[in-house]
T-cell receptor, first 112, second 113 residues
Framework: NAGVTQTPKFQVLKTGQSMTLQCAQD?????MSWYRQDPGMGLRLIHY???????DQGEVPNGYNVSRSTTEDFPLRLLSAAPSQTSVYFCASTPSMNTEAFFGQGTRLTVV | GENVEQHPSTLSVQEGDSAVIKCTYS??????FPWYKQELGKRPQLIID?????GEKKDQRIAVTLNKTAKHFSLHITETQPEDSAVYFC????????????FGTGTRLLVSP
């Protein structure tokens, strides 16, 4: 099992550009989520999904879109990148409630 | 919504000492409290978790205690080793019917040989 795989690992965007961060898991987990990690602020939930076709907003959803067409994939779209979106992004998957969240290796995004 | 506070932000100990990290949460409905370890440049990884029907849980040198009345939980690491050096995050699940974790701001633990 590869676990949770994120691509790319690093990305530099110009303000106003759009892009998609990819996340895939091969553990057949129902729950998937996206977090951003900023210095001194821990991890904050952006969007999450409880199964294919079902998504909802987390703490900091503005400027991001998600969709879940399959159990395996949960891409995160930045619609119009802003410097405030410079961060490290982690995707995670969880088999069920109150169990371990497995994180991807992260994507370090810089918006200039 | 849930709010999780974590202290201290940095903790320096000598090898072999014990380390304690404390977290408080605001929502009494929260019922799941994991702890994650993150080494520099790596992904967070679960080291231990506790559910609200349990007061304490141990796994070798690591233990977590939960006080539901006071709404706080703590991570205890005994006989610390240099490889314990990392950032540790506590979290609380918002108990909304979906897995929604709210994380503390992290504690940087440095274990000196």
């Amino acid at each position: 099992n590869a676990g949770v795989t994120q691509t790319p690992k690093f990305q530099v965007l110009k303000t106003g550009q759009s892009m998609t961060l990819q996340c895939a898991q091969d553990m057949n987990h129902e729950y998937m989520s996206w977090y951003r990690q900023d210095p001194g602020m821990g991890l904050r939930l952006i969007h999450y999904s409880v199964g294919a076709g079902i998504t909802d907003q987390g703490e900091v959803p503005n400027g991001y879109n998600v969709s879940r067409s399959t159990t395996e994939d949960f891409p995160l779209r930045l619609l119009s990148a802003a410097p405030s979106q410079t961060s490290v992004y982690f995707c995670a998957s969880t088999p069920s409630m109150n169990t371990e969240a497995f994180f991807g290796q992260g994507t370090r995004l810089t918006v200039v | 919504g849930e709010n999780v506070e974590q202290h201290p932000s940095t903790l320096s100990v000598q090898e072999g000492d014990s380390a304690v990290i404390k977290c408080t949460y605001s929502d009494s409905a929260s019922n799941y409290f994991p702890w994650y370890k993150q080494e520099l440049g790596k992904r967070p990884q679960l080291i231990i978790d506790i559910r609200s029907n349990v007061g304490e849980k141990k796994d070798q040198r690591i233990a977590v205690t939960l006080n539901k009345t006071a709404k706080h939980f703590s991570l205890h690491i005994t006989e610390t080793q240099p490889e314990d050096s990392a950032v540790y995050f506590c979290a609380a699940d918002m108990n909304t019917g979906f897995q929604k974790l709210v994380f503390g701001t992290g504690t940087r633990l440095l274990v000196s040989p």
